[in-house]
């Protein structure tokens, strides 16, 4: 049994509260956090807090909260046992304080407000300083995922990055489509078939064949066509970058 | 029983052709098409020419063409009888020549080599002249699909478009995610859940209130360190417009 501390009231929190208490192997003894409102919620199901003080002893202390919140809050607590590990994924191990046992446990996904995620296909990006800790981490990580994988933070950090390209870039294409499909009085429910093969099609396909489109083809007409029917100026200068962007990726082969 | 005839050998007239033979209401008596090897693939199914001389009676043609050769090749058809669609998202039906009886046949989707679709999810628009024609193509395309929408082409045109940055757009930033992950050595596997996740979200969330990521939290100091991270002056770019394209999308509520 792995006795966890969570510290932190936000949605990773909750995410990863919820599941941990899903699995017989841990324990959640106990919720840190400074909103009230957003505690009294773990309070039905488990101890909490909001004084550093009273923090109890435990095996892991799991920081979920906001990147810049890390080195302040972290700075701030006195464990006189466990292993201290951070949730993020662009924040250096070494950005929690030299005093603690320090870890990372980053979850590879993007949590939302009430929808659960089937954990167990999430990759979890674990590192420690020393191989104790290492193996305590991967205790935790392999009993909720099916895909733990050590990494240093300078990977972590990388990883993190394509992430934002491959998932908050992505979320904003589906907005500018969404927004020019209100402005033309289309249903954007059209497009969601669509956009699920699109995001099927890579697990079988690499991206860079799976690329279609008037850019990859090179269709200068359809691009000059497309650019006279977008009015608003944000997405003509998408447009434009981002068919450049294509057009440059396949250049070599036209 | 529908008579189809299917003018092309590519891609999108595979996966019509697949469906269309899979359903007992159509039957496609002939299929056109100038590249032997291509037609030579569906000459175990059905007929086959490659002279546009010998296209023989049906209720039905479908122009499975690039968009580029739509009105080249249709000119050049003499058909006597029949309804000509083209499968066109930004092609006018008036491109067709006047001669025949014109509509459009649009399945909002991007087909793949060897990928199978399940069309009866597939948005389906169609158009026609009159209104008899319009219900030959309504019965034709509600056979194999659950959503038949009915659509002028100034309309689809824009359809079009918003697919462009849905699909071709989203997949291209999988492909700028694979590339930088390439360049580090991370596997891109890892970041296909998030990505699974971000395509699903949309179907319960507006594209605006899914968003995440250092942009939408105007995060100036990661944006600072993905930035300093990249290398490649293309990601570069996109990483700064993109960004500030999401910034100012949320500009007035931060």
Redesign the interface.
């Known amino acids: 049994m792995i006795n966890v501390v969570i510290l932190g009231t936000g949605n990773v929190a909750k995410h990863l509260f919820d599941v941990f208490m899903a699995h017989e192997g841990i324990k959640v003894v106990q919720v840190y956090g400074r909103n009230h409102k957003a505690l009294s919620s773990f309070g039905k199901h488990t101890k909490t807090t909001s004084e550093t003080s009273r923090i109890i002893p435990a095996d892991i202390y799991i920081l979920a909260i906001s990147?810049?919140a890390i080195a302040e809050i972290s700075s701030r607590l006195d464990l006189k046992e466990g292993l201290l590990a951070h949730t993020s994924g662009?924040i250096s191990m070494k950005s929690l304080p030299k005093k603690n046992r320090r870890g990372v446990f980053y979850p590879?996904?993007?949590f939302?407000v009430g929808?659960t995620?089937?954990f167990k296909?999430?990759?979890i990006c674990i590192e420690a300083e020393n191989d104790s800790d290492h193996a305590l981490l991967e205790q935790l990580a392999s009993t909720i995922s099916g895909?733990v994988?050590p990494m240093d933070s300078k990977?972590r950090?990388?990883?993190h990055?394509?992430?934002?390209?491959?998932?908050?870039?992505?979320?904003?294409?589906?907005?500018?489509?969404?927004e020019?499909?209100g402005q033309?009085?289309?249903p954007?429910d059209?497009?969601?078939?669509?956009?699920?093969?699109?995001?099927?099609?890579?697990?079988?396909?690499?991206?860079?064949d799976?690329?279609?489109?008037?850019?990859?083809r090179n269709?200068k007409?359809?691009l000059k066509?497309?650019l006279a029917?977008?009015k608003n100026k944000?997405h003509k200068?998408?447009?434009s970058?981002?068919s450049k962007?294509?057009r440059?990726?396949y250049g070599k082969k036209l």
Chains 1, 2 share one sequence.
Do not use: W
């Open positions: 990147d810049g662009s590879l996904q993007t939302t929808r995620v089937d296909e999430i990759p895909k994988v990977q950090r990388s990883l990055l394509a992430a934002v390209m491959a998932n908050n870039f992505t979320n904003h294409m589906y907005y500018l489509s969404n020019f499909c033309k009085n289309i954007f059209l497009l969601h078939p669509l956009i699920k093969e699109t995001s099927n099609k890579i697990e079988d396909l690499a991206p860079y799976a690329q279609t489109g008037p850019a990859r269709d007409k359809t066509k497309h029917q977008l944000n200068e998408l447009y970058v981002l962007s294509i440059k990726t």
